[in-house]
């Protein structure tokens, strides 16, 4: 099952496509299950035994546990946002879709983490399970990492707007505007990625050597036929168009955003009679206050792997099997839980900075611990009248 040609498989977090060769990618998939220390590319400034140390740490021990606590935030903060309370405002409309998409990806993430988890009892069961989230759940993985690249768009050009143009801000974002923009940035995505659902599949087969059933893959000849054009599509155009310019997009009006705010917050505070009408003006900093540490997390955390991908794009030599191929590697593992803390860590900033949300949340684990007393109660009720029965 080694073709000697190239093809498209995925990075992990959803970071980017990379093109390698199919034998190559069985062979590196095998060695994270094996003790070989054969030099995966030359390696640069680490040698593969740290590079591989590096990946181990991250994707066994540091990523499973955040990316679990984001599953757990991002599922508090759905309910919240998307409840009556909170879900009229347009902005929320966004976040509570955002927090839908984090839980897509957290959840495939957990799973593609599974196999490093799985390898130290059962090494032949880690790599079928690698292999299979290899496929679709990896191409799945992309699209909601890049779905809330691209949401995070959306809430800083709806600040922008909140900001710069005050007065009209409830003329142009509605909650009408917010859903089709939610569903126009899934579409977008999906349609951009949708060709590489099928560029392989998975099948199995019993090794009478090994006495196990194991995994391969099998790529389709469409692709192999056609690798250079997916090559230039997946490694140059998806990851400037939803990887590289969106960050560029989101980083400039973020720094205005920020300007034009603490410009505003110094003229308040030299007006005579700022604090008698600053209630609603309040509001208004709190809540781009949030938005922004939001899409601010998004950046610190996102820069790494852009600047990653934006190397591997200019200086081949920065990518898996190039001469700088184990470097690339550890920084890869590490712009994937950045991804995945960026992915997490939502649910804090909405604690932190949004009242509402907070109280919510304590009304609701309150109202969550009343309800499981009083069902515990009446079973407390009931050993004691049994005993005092049995007494009589």
Known sequence: MAFNTTLNTLEPCGSSFTTISASQMNSTIDDQYSNNNNTVGSGGFITKVSAETIR?????????????????G???????????????FSTNIVLAYLAFIDILLLLIVFMRKVPCLVAKADPITAQNIDYVMLTAPGILEFITSRTSSLLSLVICCERFIAVFKPLKVKLWVTPKRMIFSVVTVTVIVIGLVAVDFSYATVSFYYDNTKNRTLARINYQTFYLENQLFFNIYNNVFLAVLLRILPM??????TVAIITQMRRRMRWLKDITHATQNSNSENDIQAVTKMLMTVVSVYIICNVPGSISIFISLVDRRFTTRGEFGNTKRAVSSMASFLSVLNSSANFIVYIVLNKKFSDILVQMLCGFLKKSRRYDHPKVESVETMSSTLRS
């Open 74 to 88: 991002n599922v508090l903060s759905l309910i919240i946002l998307g409840g009556k309370k909170m879900r009229q």
């Open 56 to 72: 181990s740490v991250i994707n066994c021990y540091l990523i499973p546990p955040v990316a679990l606590f984001g599953l757990i």
């Open 248 to 253: 560029f997009l989101i980083t400039i009006p």
